[in-house]
């Protein structure tokens, strides 16, 4: 079945550090790739997607490439802000599965000033 | 903007109550869903809803229920609350238009049952 994992957190990073949280996935045929970000208090907001093998996303500073050859799409930003402290979803639309997303458990974000 | 918009941020139930969660969304999408998050979890699930009165189990139906007598307004109903159902619940909608089909969250309902 479609399913997605991403790195365990929590991860603590200084300001300004290089940031990867790494996600890989399966499924069948050709999924669309998200990152979804949840801030303190509040629900999930799409960060980024990609539609298609070797698309790039990306918005505020984070960039993920859809790789199929390797079924990942990892989230990196080249300089966190303390800003930047959230919980990281990975997710998944395979095919026309009724606009279901399978999401990854989370990767919680804490950037040190 | 999506707006999408969850009766409550914070519920106090007792076990054995009849919960009502509800759900807005104001750009005319035709699906809606309801998730449950949970540390460690990630979100699962429950049910979603792709035109009004339609729906579909999701992961874990168990325990809930739901309705969508229109468009815009999706319910999410525990029939008898109980402890295990202690959770943040998330509400989302999308439209198949753009044909990625990328979905809109609600703040969350921070449930409590006691």
């Known amino acids: 079945g479609n399913s997605v994992t991403q790195m365990e957190g929590p991860v603590t990073l200084s300001e300004e550090a290089f940031l990867t949280i790494n996600c890989t996935y399966t499924?069948?045929?050709?999924?669309?790739l998200f990152w979804y970000v949840q801030y303190p208090g509040e629900g999930l907001q799409l960060l980024l997607k990609?539609?298609?093998?070797?698309d790039k996303g990306s918005n505020k500073g984070f960039e993920a490439t859809y790789r199929k050859e390797t079924t990942s799409f990892h989230l990196e930003k080249g300089s966190v802000q303390v800003s930047d402290s959230a919980v990281y979803f990975c997710?998944?639309?395979?095919?026309?599965?009724?606009?279901?997303?399978?999401f990854g458990s989370g990767t919680r974000l804490s950037i040190r000033p | 903007d999506v707006k999408v918009t969850q009766s409550s941020r914070y519920l106090v139930k007792r076990t054995g109550e009849k919960v009502f969660l509800e759900c807005v969304q104001d750009?005319?999408?035709?699906?809606m869903f309801w998730y449950r998050q949970d540390p460690g979890l990630g979100l699962r699930l429950i049910y979603f809803?792709?035109?009004?009165?339609?729906?579909e189990k999701g992961d874990i139906p168990e325990g809930y229920s739901v309705s969508r007598e229109k468009k815009e307004r999706f319910s999410l109903i525990l029939e008898s609350a109980s402890t295990n159902q202690t959770s943040m619940y998330l509400c989302?909608?999308?439209?198949?238009?753009?044909?990625?089909?990328?979905?809109?969250f609600g703040p969350g309902t921070r449930l409590t049952v006691t």
């Open positions: 989302a909608s999308t439209t198949l238009s753009t044909g990625v089909h990328e979905q809109y």
């Open positions: 499924a069948t045929g050709y999924p669309s």
């Open positions: 990609a539609t298609k093998a070797d």
């Open positions: 997710a998944l639309r395979a095919g026309s599965s009724a606009s279901k997303i399978i």
């Open positions: 750009m005319d999408h035709e699906n």
């Open positions: 809803s792709y035109d009004v009165k339609m729906k």
